[in-house]
């Protein structure tokens, strides 16, 4: 007999690399869950978005534009209608 449960909630994206040069060229690294999309979000706009491999790991660099102030940078997971983000 099928029973309709609800999905397990989607796990949160990780960041395991973040390495920023002067220039703005940035390199991120980490781990989602596979077959989601990752939006890499700095204070509020996405910037890029990814998708992670088969293993959930993923990659880019990224060019930041300058910034005369600290800015937040976080990572959300989209993936069958549901969002998770990180830490």
Do not use: C, H, Y
């Not at 990780?14 to 703005?24: K, V």
């Not at 077959?35 to 706009?45: K, N, P, R, S």
């Not at 990659?59 to 998770?84: C, H, V, Y």
């Amino acid at each position: 007999e099928a029973t309709n449960a609800a999905p397990a909630p989607l796990a949160a994206p990780t960041l395991s690399l973040f390495l920023a040069e002067a220039d703005g060229l940035t390199q991120v690294a980490g781990r989602a869950v596979p077959g989601a999309t990752v939006e890499v979000i700095l204070d509020g706009a996405v910037i890029a978005t990814l998708e992670p491999g088969l293993d959930g790991s993923f990659a880019a660099f990224i060019e930041l534009p300058p910034m005369s102030a600290p800015a937040a940078l976080w990572l959300r997971a989209r993936k069958d209608g549901q969002t998770a983000l990180s830490g």
